[in-house]
């Protein structure tokens, strides 16, 4: 089970808050508890940081688990809010489930620096996860097998790819792991692999190919034109107020507030 992860901020003055955060020194104590998508670590996490930073004594805590364990949690009253990088399906609505987008953040496929293939269109890359393409040299690539990276059953970022590229129940993964951390660290290591990971998580060690000659950007995500992409959810459950301290996160997070926080973790605010 993974250890949750405690982001604690010593208080900071009123001179040295992030720029576009109210200050609230009013606030003593309290906590808010979320738990879901590995993907939206980087977004939640600098919210989680501001939030504290502006209301002393509180206390905001991530527990990166993914997104079908975070809607879990919500149903089973485990966490406040819970994180999922996917919309709600109808049966989680039905159970008093409610969604409120955060976010919007591009699905980046990716190969090694090494992959001479810079750009696929979204039929391409279907055909390849479904097995249909097993060698790079069938995409202008090298004389190798595709090696196929995706994350878990129940993932956020899995369902949103493969409902995009309409590859549910077909991709032939070599590997799935339970992290955006692990598809892209995989992926870094072996020159014929080909994975997906959220934009907001990208890193320098795996290039992230063009998808019909659209880049996956801030930009290209607002506009539309970028077409692998998901929403970052909060989840909350009918009926059941937050605590103080819980819908004021809540409340701070959705607001234009924090539209530049998020925007500085690498995915667009839905507000």
Avoid: H
């Avoid at 369902?159 to 692990?182: H, M, N, P, V």
């Avoid at 000659?213 to 506009?223: F, L, N, Y």
């Amino acid at each position: 089970m993974k250890k949750i992860m405690m982001i604690v901020l010593a208080a900071i003055t009123a001179a040295t808050m992030l720029a576009g955060c109210a200050a609230d020194n009013g606030s003593a104590g309290g906590s808010v508890s979320t738990d879901g998508s590995t993907s939206m670590e980087k977004v939640i996490g600098a919210l989680g940081e501001s939030f504290m930073a502006n209301n002393q004594g509180t206390t905001f805590t991530y527990n990166p688990t993914g997104s079908g364990s975070g809607i879990k949690a919500v149903l089973e009253g485990r966490c406040d809010i819970g994180l999922s990088s996917r919309s709600l399906k109808d049966d989680e609505k039905s159970e008093g489930l409610n969604e409120t987008v955060l976010a919007y953040d591009g699905i980046a496929i990716i190969v090694n620096p090494e992959n001479p293939v810079n750009d696929l269109d979204l039929e391409t890359i279907a055909k390849l996860y479904t097995g249909e393409i097993t060698n790079w040299k069938g995409v202008g690539g090298s004389d190798a097998e595709v090696v196929l990276i995706g994350r878990e059953a129940g993932s956020g970022t899995r369902d949103g790819f493969e409902s995009i590229t309409g590859t549910a129940d077909k991709c032939q993964y070599r590997q799935e792991l339970t992290s955006t951390g692990d598809v892209i660290t995989t992926v870094s290591q072996n020159p014929n692999a080909i994975g997906y990971a959220s934009l907001a998580s990208l890193k320098d060690s795996v290039k992230a190919l063009t998808v019909g000659g659209v880049a996956p950007t801030e930009d290209t995500v607002k506009d539309g034109s970028y077409v692998v992409q998901r929403p970052f959810v909060l989840v909350t459950k009918d009926g059941e107020a937050l605590s103080e301290t819980a819908q004021k996160f809540y409340d701070y997070a959705t607001s234009a507030d924090a539209a530049d926080i998020i925007a500085k973790a690498g995915a667009v605010a839905a507000n």
